[in-house]
């Protein structure tokens, strides 16, 4: 099948305890059992890492690098967090690692887990089926997860540490200075003026990133379509709405997604449609509920339920960048959307986001390679065939979700009926971060 404020998180123990406790020693006997003994580091080689953004990504990055004691500050832009959007899809390829980052507890509390996948027809035909729930369990070692953005995020900043998260720091330039000098090898400019030297920096600030400015300068490149995404409230909805269900509907010209979140008290939702010119991309900008309802209203079941008991939404472009070839330097990285965004019909961008912070955090803990350079040349090399793929299939799928009925359809149709096992998944769902370099004892 085609993927297409502040309830704090708990943390669980290195014995598994789900009662929060967190100390010095606990995570220096993670960082050791997970991930080797930094010990082995030559001081010169074991960088304070500057990560820019603290979206899913950079905050990832920071939980796995305080877990294995790697020195790091986050500098975000904005002076509040306050995650907008609505629901995002966890697949196991990125709830486990979360797991082991001690995120157990938190995702049990609020996401909602899901049982399967279902895809229609704007009729409400029936196209195919995904099993999810405890058979996903059983083959990927996680469940697949639907859950508010700002749940996610607010589990995420608990494992950050005390007075390593700097806001209202908004990034103007990053620079590799010329020879890179011990401890100050990027120049980081930010918009107030202010100059700081870091040893590493990673940009996971977004698709607008200003850190990728260092690799190539480019634009998102608009696709033409737009996405109205919201939350309802259950109980305003028939009760079918309330199943641990990612349904999707395919019709001309736009189709819908919507999944239980909040523990089930929320109906996220997500309706694709086309956009003759694109208005900015932004994820604050209000949507018209009377357009959303005059495109989806009169397809069957619980869309029209759910596009009649929108009061609010957002609107935004959907847009993406090509694959990069290269996004390492001797000291500065990309990872998420800063790197490799994409377009949002593998449901996949959170969760690629989770796997480079995961693999990245392994590689800078791994002893072997002699220097930074290298550690992040293994990086890259890891990341940037897998991520370019999942971005091209993402584009590919903005061209066949949107048929109209007829033979090319049903062609579609089909092809998604036979392809909808969990086994169809495994590119996706198998596929193991944050172990690639540094394995984890059994």
């Known amino acids: 099948m085609l993927g297409v404020r502040r309830t704090a998180g ?49 905050l990832t990055l920071a939980g796995a690098l305080s877990s294995m004691g790697i020195p790091y500050t986050v500098y975000e832009q904005t002076r509040r967090l306050a995650e907008v959007g609505a629901g995002v899809q966890l697949s196991p390829n990125a709830v486990r690692p979360l797991l082991r980052l001690g995120l157990g507890p938190a995702l049990r509390e609020r996401a909602v887990a899901i049982e399967a996948m279902e895809v229609r027809g704007w009729s409400g035909r029936p196209i195919a089926r995904t099993p999810l729930g405890a058979e996903c369990e059983r083959m990927f070692g996680a469940p697949y997860y639907a859950v508010h953005r700002a749940h996610l995020h607010d589990a995420l900043l608990t494992l950050v540490d005390d007075g390593s998260l700097k806001l209202g720091e908004r990034l103007g330039e990053a620079r590799e200075t010329e020879p890179a000098e011990p401890g100050d090898g990027v120049r980081l400019t930010f918009e107030d003026g202010t100059v700081r030297g870091a040893e590493l920096v990673v940009g996971a600030d977004g698709i607008h990133s200003t850190v990728r400015e260092a690799f190539r300068r480019d634009e998102p490149e608009f696709s033409g379509l737009g996405i109205y995404r919201g939350l309802v409230p259950v109980d305003r909805l028939p009760d079918a709405a309330r199943a641990p269900l990612v349904r999707l509907w395919l019709g001309p010209g736009g189709h819908f997604v919507c999944y239980p979140v909040a523990a089930g008290e929320y109906l996220s939702f997500a309706a694709t449609v086309p956009m003759a010119q694109s208005p900015g991309e932004s994820w604050s900008t209000p949507g018209d509920p009377e357009a959303l309802r005059r495109v989806f209203g009169g397809w069957t079941g619980l869309v029209a339920d759910v596009v009649g008991a929108v009061e609010t939404t957002l609107q935004w472009a959907l847009h993406d960048r090509p694959p990069l070839d290269v996004w390492s330097s001797r000291r500065l990285t990309l990872l998420g959307d800063a790197a490799h965004p994409m377009l949002p019909f593998m449901a996949q961008g959170a969760n690629q986001a989770v796997e480079d912070a995961m693999d990245l955090a392994a590689c800078l803990a791994d002893p072997a390679p002699s220097t930074t350079a290298a550690r992040l040349d293994r990086y890259q090399a890891l990341r940037i065939p897998r991520t370019a793929e999942i971005q091209r299939g993402s584009r590919g799928n903005a061209g066949i979700l949107h048929l109209p009925d007829g033979p090319a359809q049903r062609r579609r149709d089909a092809r998604m009926a036979v392809h909808a096992s969990l086994r169809d998944r495994a590119m996706l769902y198998a596929h193991e971060t944050g172990r690639s370099v540094v394995p984890t004892p059994a």
Do not use: M, N, Y
């Open 10 to 58: 708990l943390r669980e123990t290195a014995a598994g305890d789900a009662d929060g406790a967190d100390t010095a020693a606990t995570r220096k006997a993670v960082s050791k059992v997970r991930f080797g003994d930094l010990d082995e580091w030559g001081a010169e080689e074991r960088p304070h890492v500057s990560v820019v953004g603290a979206g899913i990504g950079g």
